[in-house]
C-alpha cells in the first residue's frame, strides 16, 4: 500500500513524561500537495493515527512556516488521520499566525474540532472552522495542559469540578487514564497508582472542587501538574483545590 507524502508527522504521545513537544520553526514547505507532487494525501503537517493513547499530550510549537502560495489550507495542515483513530484534545500552537485561516498574521492555537469547552472559559471566543482539516483555528488564546492526580482509594461517583474565577465557567472533569507513581520517599504510605484527570486550559484563575454526595471531598493526595508552557505568555500558571471546612475532631490525632 502506497504511504502518503508527509512532511511533518506529529505523534499524541510523548515517550517520557519528561519529554518537551515538538518545534516546527523556520522550514519551507515545498512540493507538498497533490498538485505538485502527484501524491495523494500529501500534506505538510500532519498529526499521525499511530497512536498508543488518545490522549494527544506534546506541546507543539509552529513557527516562521513557508508554504507554496496556492497550497489550500488542507494540504498544510491536518488533524483527521488522528481524528479517526480517535486522538482527542490536539492543540498546535502557531507562534506567529503562520496558518491563521484569515491570512493575517495574528497568532493562536490550531484546535482538534472534539475541543468543545474553551468558551465556558474565554467569552466571546471566536474559533475559525479550517476547511477539512477536522480542526479549528483559535486567535489569541494561550493553552496549556493541567494534569491532576488523586489516589485511586477515592470514590468511584466523585464529581470533580474545574471552575474559572473571572469568565465563571466550569465543567465537570472526568478520568482519562491510571498512572502508576512510586512514593518510596514517604513514611505513611507508598501509592501503586493514581486516577488522573487531564485538561487542556486558556490562561485564567482556575480552582478544582472534589464532591462525593454533594459535599466537599478532600482525598488522600492531589498533585497538579503543567504540561511544557507555550510560547505565547498569558497561560495558566496555577490551580487552587477548594478545601473542606476544618472539623476540630479530625485533627485532634495532630496534637
Not at 23 to 52: H, K, L, M, N, P
Not at 56 to 85: G, I, N, W
Not at 101 to 130: E, R, W, Y
Request: one cysteine or more; aromatic letters at 8%; glycine letters at 6%.
Amino acid at each position: 500500500e502506497e504511504q502518503p507524502l508527509i512532511g511533518v508527522e506529529l505523534h499524541a504521545l510523548l515517550s517520557e513524561k519528561i519529554m518537551r513537544g515538538p518545534t516546527i520553526e523556520d522550514i519551507r514547505f515545498s512540493y507538498f500537495g497533490t498538485a505538485a507532487s502527484g501524491c495523494e494525501q500529501s500534506i505538510g503537517i500532519e498529526v499521525s493515527d499511530e497512536v498508543t493513547d488518545t490522549h494527544f499530550e506534546p506541546q507543539t510549537h509552529m513557527a516562521k512556516l513557508k508554504f507554496s502560495t496556492d497550497l489550500p489550507l488542507y494540504e498544510k495542515v491536518s488533524l483527521c488521520r488522528a481524528r479517526e483513530s480517535g486522538v482527542d484534545a490536539i492543540f498546535l500552537e502557531d507562534v506567529d499566525g503562520t496558518l491563521n485561516p484569515t491570512g493575517q498574521a495574528h497568532p493562536g492555537f490550531i484546535v482538534s474540532d472534539d475541543h468543545n469547552q474553551l468558551d465556558k472559559f474565554v467569552p466571546n471566543l471566536s474559533c475559525m472552522n479550517m476547511l477539512d482539516t477536522c480542526a479549528r483555528y483559535c486567535p489569541n488564546i494561550c493553552l496549556r495542559t493541567v494534569r491532576i492526580a488523586i489516589d485511586s482509594s477515592a470514590p468511584s461517583n466523585l464529581v470533580v469540578i474545574l471552575s474559572e474565577k473571572s469568565s465563571g465557567g466550569k465543567i465537570e472533569l472526568k478520568p482519562i487514564n491510571v498512572l502508576t507513581i512510586e512514593r518510596d520517599n514517604l513514611d505513611t504510605a507508598k501509592w501503586s497508582n493514581s486516577i488522573l484527570y487531564e485538561q487542556v486550559l486558556p490562561g485564567g484563575d482556575y480552582a478544582v472542587t472534589f464532591l462525593f454526595n454533594g459535599k466537599i471531598y478532600w482525598p488522600v493526595f492531589v498533585e497538579v501538574a503543567y504540561g511544557e508552557a507555550p510560547r505565547c505568555k498569558n497561560h495558566v500558571k496555577s490551580i487552587g483545590i477548594v478545601q473542606p471546612p476544618l472539623v476540630p475532631d479530625q485533627c485532634s490525632v495532630m496534637a
